[in-house]
C-alpha cells in the first residue's frame, strides 16, 4: 500500500439513501475529473455530470466536485461523487472505479493521508474517531473541539515550553556558574513546576472527559421489590425491565443508553441484594457488585419507613412506593412513586445534578482517551523525576524533561510507532 495509490470509497453512510457520497484521492485526479464532466474541472464546483463508463453507458446522473491539492481534506487531490444512494448504483460505480486504477481504501486510509500530508496531528484524528462516534450533544462539542485543534494547540504548547526548557538546562552545563543570572535555578525550575501543576489538572479531569465520551454510569441498587425495575423503566421511558411482586425477578442487569441534558449515561438495573435461594441469583448479586464498583452515580432504592443510616457521597437515595403509606423524612432524599410517577421530575434534577458535577459542565476538558491518558501521566512523572530526582545535575533535569516532552510528541503522532498509528486509524472506518 502506498501514499500515492488512488483510492476510493464510499463516505456516507450505507444503505439505501438519497444521496451517497464517493469519494476518490489521489495524485492528478484532473484528468479523471474532466473525462467524467466531460471539461476541464474549476476547483470546488459542483458538476451536474451524466456518470458514464468506459463503454459509454450512463451509470447514474451525478454531482462531481474536484479539490485540487492540496487544499483538500487529505492534502491530495480529491473527487467526490455524489449519486443516487441505491446500493446496485453504488456498486456499478465502485466497479467502474476499479477498471480506472483505483483500489478501494481501508478504514481510515483517508484520514491516514491527511495525517501524513500535515492536515491533522493524531490529536486532531482522536477527535474525528470521537466524532465519528458521537451520539448527544456534549460528545459532539467535546469531540469537535479536539478535531479542530483545540487539543493540539494545548498540547504543542506544553511541548515547546518542554522543549525550551531541556534545551535550556542541557546549555546551563556548558557555562561557568558565574557567568549565568544569579536566580537562573529557580527561574527553571518554577517553570518546571507551573507545567507540571497544569498536565496534573488536566489529568485530574479525565474522569470527566472519560464521563462524556463514554457515558456516565448509573447504577439502581436496593434490596428486592422495592421498585427498582419499576424506577428504571420510568427513568428510561419504556417497559425494559420486568417488573413482578415476586422477589429475585430481575437476576441479571439489565442496560439501556439515554441521553440526559445532552450527556450519554449507561444506565443499569440490578438483581435485588439479598441472601440469594439459587445458583442464578446469585451471579445476579455478584454482578450488581461489579456495577456498583463501576458506577458514577449509584441509585439507591428503599421502601418508605426502612431504616437508613447515612447516604454515600455518590449516591442517591430514594424512597419509593410514597403513594402507600406516610414517609416518615431522610434528609437529602428524594420521595418517589413509580407506580403514579410523583417524584419523577426531582429524581432526573438530582440525576443531572450530580452528572454536572462529574462532568464540571463539560467546559474546556482535554479530551483524554485510553491512548493519550498513559502519554500524559508519563509527562507528569517525568517532570516531577525532573524536579525531584536531578538535584542540580541540569544534564539530568533536560534528560527528565526532554523525555516529557516526547510522551507529549506522541500525542500528536510527531514522535511516532507505526503501531500506534495503525490503532489510531483502524478505529475509523471506510472512507474516513
Ligand atoms: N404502590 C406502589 N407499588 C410499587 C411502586 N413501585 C413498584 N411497585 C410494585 O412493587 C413490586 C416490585 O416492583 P419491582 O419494580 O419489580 O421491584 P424490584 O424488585 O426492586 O425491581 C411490583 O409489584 C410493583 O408493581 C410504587 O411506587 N408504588
Ligand atoms: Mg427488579
Same mark, same amino acid.
Given at each position: 500500500m502506498t501514499n500515492n495509490d488512488t483510492i476510493f470509497a464510499l463516505s456516507s453512510g450505507r444503505g439505501k439513501s438519497g444521496v451517497a457520497v464517493i469519494r476518490i484521492s489521489g495524485d492528478n485526479l484532473k484528468e479523471f475529473a474532466k473525462k467524467i464532466i466531460g471539461h476541464p474541472p474549476v476547483p470546488r464546483h459542483a458538476y451536474f455530470a451524466n456518470l458514464m463508463d468506459d463503454t459509454g453507458e450512463i451509470i447514474d446522473q451525478c454531482v462531481v466536485i474536484y479539490f485540487a491539492a492540496p487544499y483538500s481534506f487529505t492534502g491530495t487531490d480529491i473527487i467526490e461523487i455524489q449519486s443516487h444512494g441505491a446500493p446496485a448504483v453504488i456498486l456499478k460505480i465502485f466497479q467502474f472505479l476499479r477498471t480506472q486504477h483505483m483500489r478501494i481504501a481501508t478504514p481510515g486510509e483517508f484520514s491516514r493521508r491527511a495525517f501524513y500530508n500535515g492536515k491533522m496531528d493524531l490529536s486532531d484524528v482522536d477527535g474525528l474517531v470521537a466524532l465519528l462516534d458521537a451520539q448527544t450533544d456534549k460528545q459532539r462539542v467535546a469531540a469537535l473541539k479536539s478535531m479542530m485543534g483545540g487539543d493540539s494547540d494545548i498540547y504543542t504548547d506544553w511541548r515547546m515550553q518542554m522543549l525550551k526548557i531541556s534545551a535550556y538546562a542541557a546549555a546551563m552545563? =556548558?557555562? /561557568?556558574? =558565574? =557567568?549565568?543570572?544569579?536566580n537562573i535555578d529557580e527561574t527553571i525550575y518554577e517553570h518546571i513546576k507551573t507545567l507540571y501543576t497544569a498536565i496534573s489538572a488536566a489529568l485530574g479531569k479525565y474522569n470527566a472527559s472519560r464521563a462524556i465520551t463514554c457515558g456516565i454510569n448509573i447504577t439502581i441498587v436496593g @434490596?428486592? /421489590? !422495592?421498585g427498582k425495575s419499576s424506577l428504571f423503566n420510568r427513568i428510561v421511558g419504556s417497559a425494559r425491565a420486568i417488573v413482578s #411482586? $415476586?422477589?429475585?425477578?430481575?437476576?441479571d442487569v439489565v442496560s439501556a443508553t439515554m441521553d440526559i441534558g445532552g450527556y450519554m449515561v449507561n444506565i443499569s438495573d440490578t438483581a435485588g441484594i439479598? =441472601?440469594?435461594? #439459587?445458583t442464578i441469583e446469585r451471579i445476579g448479586i455478584e454482578r450488581t457488585n461489579d456495577e456498583i464498583n463501576n458506577a458514577d452515580i449509584v441509585i439507591h432504592v428503599i421502601n418508605p419507613n426502612d431504616k437508613y443510616a447515612k447516604i454515600k457521597p455518590d449516591e442517591i437515595l430514594v424512597i419509593n412506593k410514597s403513594d402507600t403509606t406516610d414517609v416518615h423524612k431522610i434528609n437529602g432524599a428524594i420521595y418517589t412513586s413509580a407506580k403514579n410517577g410523583d417524584g419523577i421530575p426531582e429524581l432526573m434534577s438530582a440525576i443531572t445534578e450530580r452528572i454536572n458535577k462529574i462532568t464540571g /459542565?463539560? @467546559?474546556? !476538558?482535554?479530551? $483524554? /482517551?485510553a491512548r493519550t491518558y498513559d502519554l500524559v501521566k508519563t509527562a507528569a512523572d517525568e517532570l516531577k523525576n525532573a524536579l525531584e530526582r536531578s538535584n542540580g545535575d541540569y544534564d539530568i533535569l533536560s534528560e527528565h524533561v526532554r523525555y516529557a516532552a516526547d510522551a507529549i510528541g506522541k500525542i500528536l503522532g510527531i514522535i511516532g510507532t507505526d503501531e500506534v498509528l495503525d490503532m489510531t486509524f483502524s478505529q475509523l472506518c471506510l472512507g474516513k
Open positions: 552545563t =556548558d557555562y /561557568n556558574s =558565574d =557567568d549565568l543570572p544569579g @434490596e428486592t /421489590n !422495592v #411482586d $415476586i422477589p429475585g425477578t430481575t437476576r439479598r =441472601d440469594a435461594t #439459587d /459542565n463539560g @467546559e474546556s !476538558v482535554l479530551m $483524554i /482517551n
